[in-house]
């Protein structure tokens, strides 16, 4: 069984950039596609970004498709999530999870779900 834990977030003014790490322990990845999903204040979780186990493959959400980069290590068993020219309506929760079976743009697709890192941005 995979366990994720996410880091990186914090405060940043509208415009900056973040890095959101994933690191999984507990067993390989490496065969996964993996992806990050997030949640804002009163708002359902949405899709965000996904990355194929070789990481030739991403997927973006619309409102994330050029300025969010999604991106793995296997040699560290985890994957990360660049993000430029932040809004404050990126802010939220982002977690990262396990695809399983379903559409990778579908977040009830997912499993073994982090506890999630916050990110404000603020304007």
């Known amino acids: 069984q995979v366990q994720l834990v996410e880091s990186g977030g914090g405060l940043v003014q509208a415009g900056g950039s973040l890095r959101l790490s994933c690191a999984a322990s507990?067993?390989?990845?490496?065969?996964?596609?993996m992806g990050w999903i997030r949640q804002a204040p009163g708002q359902e979780r949405e899709f965000v970004a996904a990355?194929?186990?070789?990481?030739?493959?991403?997927f973006y959400s619309d409102s994330v498709k050029g300025r969010f980069t999604i991106s793995r290590d296997n040699t560290k068993n985890t994957v990360y999530l660049d993000m430029v020219g932040l809004k404050p309506e990126d802010t939220a929760i982002y977690f990262c999870?396990?695809?399983?079976?379903?559409?990778?743009?579908?977040?009830?697709?997912?499993?073994?779900w982090g506890q999630g890192t916050q990110v404000t941005v603020s304007s």
């Open positions: 999870a396990v695809l399983g079976r379903g559409g990778l743009y579908n977040i009830t697709s997912y499993h073994s």
């Open positions: 507990g067993r390989s990845i490496i065969t996964n596609t």
């Open positions: 990355i194929s186990w070789s990481g030739w493959n991403t």
